[in-house]
Each structure stands twice: as structure tokens, then as C-alpha cells.
């Protein structure tokens, strides 16, 4: 399998719950990342991982918790969501942090409903 | 800062015709590159066209070219005979701290449709 893969593609969950998205990346990249697309929105960009390492964190609430445990996996963990949390969570990835050069890679996403 | 601003949130094309979408930014860099990606209703956004700013050539991928205006700083996207296919969100994206250095930053992108 190639590319950038995101699980699950759709979610639901209430405001107590906790879960988990999953992204996961077969190009050998070493930088990763997650956006929040919201409509009538440009793309936010969340979390920046360069060689498993968060080297960007922009005011993200602390409900929304980044995980990178290698170069090809990167988790987004939820808890405690409010409803204006609800939106499409996009991954992508890069070569490296130089990689705006040659643009990312993104996987379809999951859309979020929170309830 | 560097922005990008799409003017057109939604446009429409007879399918076979040409449409052209534009994209203005704002840098203070003199070497940058400029981005087009394409979101399908299947959601993955996927990279269309890329431009460097130090090229004076426009960048042409088959039925897509931009019109890369420098010193306007302008990054419009033609789409030559229109497919069923190309309907879609299409953004503009460039690097936030201009060059190859930093996030890409994304506009708000332009819905078009085409129509049979």
C-alpha cells in the first residue's frame, strides 16, 4: 500500500469520549502533519512532527493530543471535544520540513461529528 | 505575514470549455514556490500544479497551466476542455515563511462545478 492512509474515515463521538485518529504514510517521508479543514475555512494547520519530534504546535487546546511514535505512523487523540471541534482532520507528510518545495502528500481524511 | 486569498468561492464551467481560477498572495521572498491541489468529493487533496517563483516559464501539467504573475504576485489556474472529473475544490497553497522553508498555507479555496 502506498501514499497516506487515514482511519477511521468517519467518526462520531460524544463529548466525553476519547478517541483516536490514525495516520499512517508508505512514501518514506519524514515529516507529518495534521490539519483541521473546517467549512467556508482555509486548512489549519494543527501539529508539525519532523523525524518523530513535535516542531509545531499552533494553539492547539490541549483536548487535541499528537502522538508520533515512528516516521510513518502520527495519531491525533481526542478528548473532551467540544461541537465546534467537528470538522475534517487532514495528515499529510513530506520528505522532510524542506518539503513545502515539492508539497505534501494527504490522505482523504476523517470526518469528525462531535454530538 | 503570508497570506493567500482566492476571490472566487464558487465558479461553473460548461464541460469541454475553459475555466480560469485565481489566486493572489503576499511575500516578502524572492524565491518561493506556488501550489495548486485539487480536493474531489472524495476528499483526498491531491497536488495539481507546482510553480517556482524563480522560473519565469509557466508550469503546464496536460490540461492544466497557471499564469504566474511575479510582481503582481498572482497564481491563477486555467483548466483547458473542462471534465466532468475536474468538478472539485481547488486550492492555492505557498509556504508560510516563504522559499522551501516553512508550512504550506492554504486559501480558501473555490468550488467549481462542471456542468454537462
Known amino acids: 500500500e502506498t501514499g497516506v492512509t487515514q482511519t477511521p474515515r468517519h467518526l462520531v463521538m460524544g463529548m466525553t469520549n476519547k478517541k483516536s485518529l490514525k495516520c499512517e504514510q508508505h512514501?518514506?517521508?519524514?515529516?507529518m502533519y495534521w490539519y483541521k479543514q473546517s467549512a467556508k475555512k482555509p486548512l489549519e494547520l494543527m501539529f508539525v512532527y519532523s523525524l518523530e519530534e513535535r516542531v509545531e504546535n499552533n494553539s492547539v487546546p490541549s483536548r487535541f493530543s499528537p502522538e508520533c511514535p515512528n516516521s510513518s505512523h502520527l495519531f491525533l487523540h481526542l478528548h473532551t471535544l467540544q461541537p465546534e471541534d467537528s470538522a475534517l482532520y487532514l495528515c499529510?507528510?513530506?520528505?522532510?520540513?524542506?518539503?513545502?518545495?515539492?508539497?505534501?502528500?494527504f490522505g482523504s481524511g476523517t470526518r469528525l461529528t462531535v454530538v | 505575514a503570508q497570506t493567500v486569498t482566492q476571490s472566487q468561492p464558487e465558479m461553473s464551467v460548461q464541460e469541454a470549455e475553459t475555466v480560469t481560477l485565481s489566486c493572489t498572495y503576499d511575500?516578502?521572498?524572492?524565491?518561493?514556490?506556488l501550489f495548486w491541489y485539487k480536493q474531489p468529493p472524495s476528499r483526498q487533496m491531491i497536488l495539481v500544479i507546482r510553480?517556482?517563483?524563480?522560473?519565469?516559464q509557466n508550469a503546464t501539467e496536460n490540461r492544466f497551466s497557471v499564469n504566474f504573475q511575479k510582481a503582481a504576485k498572482s497564481f491563477s489556474l486555467k483548466i483547458s476542455d473542462s471534465q466532468l472529473g475536474d468538478t472539485a475544490m481547488y486550492f492555492c497553497a505557498f509556504p508560510s515563511s516563504g522559499g522551501s522553508q516553512g508550512n504550506l498555507i492554504f486559501g480558501k479555496g473555490t468550488k467549481l462545478s462542471v456542468k454537462p
Open positions: 510553480q517556482e517563483a524563480y522560473k519565469q
Open positions: 512514501l518514506g517521508h519524514n515529516a
Open positions: 511575500t516578502s521572498e524572492n524565491n518561493y514556490y
Open positions: 499529510a507528510s513530506s520528505q522532510d520540513r524542506q518539503g513545502a518545495a515539492y508539497g505534501y502528500t
